[in-house]
């Protein structure tokens, strides 16, 4: 048997933990199996970059950050358009995988690569897939790897400004990643202490930010810590078309935008920190190692039963094959009557609005 498998999209911490759990159990259940790894994800799959993995290859890289066969970015949009070279993707792609006869592809991947590979599967490819973004956003999962990890990192940075924003009485936004959903800011919001969240499933009012600042300061507390998700929105921009929304934000970001509308309307010293790309990288905590290692042994599992075009999917604390047709395209957004959002509120947590 031969198995590709291929890391896609932007990285994340677990990426290596994940291959590490598909490679060992598929080694424990068959002493034939090769293994090859497909470079630089899909875009290495229309290449041809393919090489044999050893045992050895998924040795001590549990708790290693990235991602041993590299990764690239090929937008969905763009995967019926041919190549820089004239090269149509998607039959480079099939050739590849039927050239290496290959019995099945596993794909790590996010939204994006779940639509590649649902693709894939309906052209007649063996395809399984395993969650993985640290927007926590992939629909019929309920945690993706990568997503405790980067909380970790987003949790201790908003530790990190609660000191000096106390010491000058100043107003903190820490930008934390997420352009669609608002997982990661919902869930480090709530881990820093922030007093106010904002994040894009729940459009802000800024004057309900400005009052939410006020009443701590008639408080005698003279600093407030909002989280912003870099995909929040205002009420008032929310039915603009996005290039016009760009065009209007003036090429910054929304932290910034933010941070100058606060400004002007009190007056308030403000502060932008953007941990940034310091959410993706690292090492996997433990709780995403965990994971990952069994989502990728349900995954081998998979293989050796020929239960393909699925993805293993975490629900209730059990792993689950969830059909790739009903996950592709879809985003879990955080629901804004969720007993989470309820949690904070009663917490005193504004989320603008």
């Known amino acids: 048997m031969t198995v590709g498998i291929l890391t896609s999209g932007g990285d994340c911490q677990a990426l290596n933990a994940a291959m ?41 890289i549990l708790s290693l950050g990235g991602t041993i066969l590299g990764s690239s970015r090929m937008p969905f949009k763009q995967i019926e358009e041919d190549d820089e070279d004239g090269i149509n993707k998607i039959q480079s792609m099939i050739s590849c995988y039927r050239k290496n006869k290959m019995d099945c592809l596993v794909v790590l991947g996010g939204n994006g690569s779940h639509k590649t590979a649902n693709l894939l599967r309906e052209k007649g490819l063996n395809i399984i897939t ?105 009420k008032e921009n929310v039915s603009l078309p996005k290039k016009e929304y760009r065009r209007k934000l003036g090429g910054i970001s929304i932290s910034f935008h933010l941070a100058s509308e606060i400004k002007i309307l009190t007056g308030k010293d403000i502060r ?13 905590c433990p709780a995403d190692r965990v994971i990952a290692t069994r989502l990728g042994a349900a995954a081998a599992e998979y293989i050796m039963a020929g239960n393909f075009g699925v993805m293993t999917a975490l629900k209730n604390g059990n792993i689950e094959p969830v059909p790739l047709s009903e996950v592709a395209g879809k985003l879990k957004t955080v629901p804004q009557d969720s007993p989470i959002i309820k949690e904070a509120k009663s917490l005193g947590i504004s989320f603008g609005e």
């Open 20 to 60: 590490r759990g598909v490679a060992k159990s598929l080694y424990e259940k068959k002493k034939d199996i090769q293994i090859l790894g497909i470079e630089d994800g899909f875009k290495g799959l229309c290449q041809n970059k393919v090489r044999k993995m050893e045992k050895k290859d998924f040795s001590g």
């Open 130 to 234: 395993l969650p993985k973004t640290i927007d926590n956003d992939i629909w019929g999962t309920d945690m993706t790897f990568g997503f405790y990890s980067a909380l970790e990192i987003a949790s201790k940075a908003i530790d990190c400004i609660h000191t000096t924003a106390a010491s000058h009485s100043r107003v903190f936004i820490i930008e934390i990643m997420g352009h669609k959903t608002g997982w990661l800011s919902l869930y480090a919001g709530i881990a820093g202490g922030a007093d106010i969240i904002l994040i894009p499933e729940i459009p802000y009012n800024i004057q309900s930010v400005v009052k939410k600042i006020q009443e701590r300061e008639q408080e005698g507390r003279n600093f407030t810590i909002i989280v912003c998700a870099e995909g929040a929105i205002s």
């Open 272 to 284: 932008v920190t953007i941990p940034g790309h310091t959410q993706r990288g690292g090492e996997p």
